[in-house]
């Protein structure tokens, strides 16, 4: 990427951490982004300090007044210019992505695409934040919900997806009429910083005040501040079940809302009657797509026995075309891991597998020599397992596919698929109408994400996304995921001379 590249998108050799909008500013450590692409450092960003943290929620407390007395349509104006310019800079934020987080070219801009997608979907919204309207039991009464701005939405998201995660949490608390307060993930800073800038640009040319978006940088400790922080009324947060944790746990303790995204287990359950061909794409794409590093890919293929051996070579087989590489030359399938630690956790579940009984049907291993000197790129491994492993239960974000057996009816393999302990997306490749219909049922999947010949991974924005269980059971981006960013209100309303009590209570004086 080059430096003319990245000042499109605003970004310098050193960069400023903290914004509330065009004021830009940060004293505290410096964060160095390189690339896992090839390890060169990209640029620099200044961390939060406390005191400046501080600055940015007292400027958003001021922007939350003027910005929820605009009408909802009007914000859906705003977001549309953030729709626009990002249809304008997707071909180079997109690079940024690839770039700093090592996916492939065509992913980062499929990852812009969702930005725009949800930004759409968001000008829609904001002339749909509709209630309902109630029938009163009282004669001359009249009953209604409606929704209201929350204040201010504190955003905490993964290096996975550095921008889109942001803009489904940004463009509907917009509409919603809160604020936005954003700590993007410390691996990928540079993403944080170029969204701010384009939408600050916007902002400013709609003569719009400082604070209506903000971002923060650092790691967990700015995190804490902003899950502790009273004056926050809703966290979202996007990351590991093992933050996810944490983040609820303060958020109850001052008894706030949060939104949460954590890990998913994800699998597909391959039956007899699948179509092959779309078998295996699906789950290629679901296992090595991002190298594993969505929170969506496909780590588990629970596969009948009567075709086992047939879907296992061919699994092998395409494994064998995979082209691992830098993510921006086209003809390469995968690239890198986000960094070094995230290597070193894909050789020590390789060790935890194999001590556990499992075989490894692919060589893992740590790509080295020309091209690959960042020392982040691996190989993609299908492992047979069981599904009760230790390992197995948990989410590995690298590509490691494991393959599970199921010998009876389609039951055996929903329980086997339900049997962790997370909960985010699921999948059923199968022609059978009957098999597909009871994994869609209450018997079903366990999954917030249930898909009938598709893979697990790759959901549109219109739907609303997130999962049960250890994910979090939270629900962002699509159907009307957007309630949670408002605050309801039940209103009722007599217009007579009388007042007769609910439930038929008399009380004379
Ligand atoms: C994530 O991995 O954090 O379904 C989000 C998908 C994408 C979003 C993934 N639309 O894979």
Redesign the pocket.
Known sequence: MTSKELQALGIEAENLGTSTGSKWFAKGDIISSSSPTNGKLIAKVQCTTRKEYDKVIEAAEKAELIWRDIPAPKRGEVVRQLGDKLRELKPVLGKLVSYEMGKSYQEGM??VQ?MIDICDFAVGLSRQLYGNTIHSERPGHRMYDQYHPLGIVGIIS?F??PV??WSWNAALALVCGDVIVWKGSEKTPLCAVACQKILADILKANKLPEGISSIISGGAEVGAWMSEDERIPLISA?GSTRMGKIVAATVAKRLGKSLL?LG?NNAIIVTPSSDLKMTIIGAVFGAV??AG?????TRRLIIHDSIYDQVKKALVDAYKQIKIGDPLDSNNHMGPLIDTDAVNMYLSALDKIKAEGGKLLTKGEVLKGKGYESGCYVTPVIAEVENHYEIVQHETFAPILYLIKYSGEVSEAISLQNGVRQGL?SAIMTNNLREAELFLSQNGSDCG?ANVNIG??????GGA?GGEKETGGGRE?GSDAWKVYMRRQTNTINYTSNLPLAQGIKFDL
Do not use: K, W, Y
């Not at 697990?456 to 924005?461: D, V």
């Open positions: 499929g990852e969702e993964a996975n997806f889109a995660v996007t995204e998913g797509g991002t590093q969505r929170c969506t890919s997306s994400i697990t991974s790759g959901a549109e924005i996304f981006s």
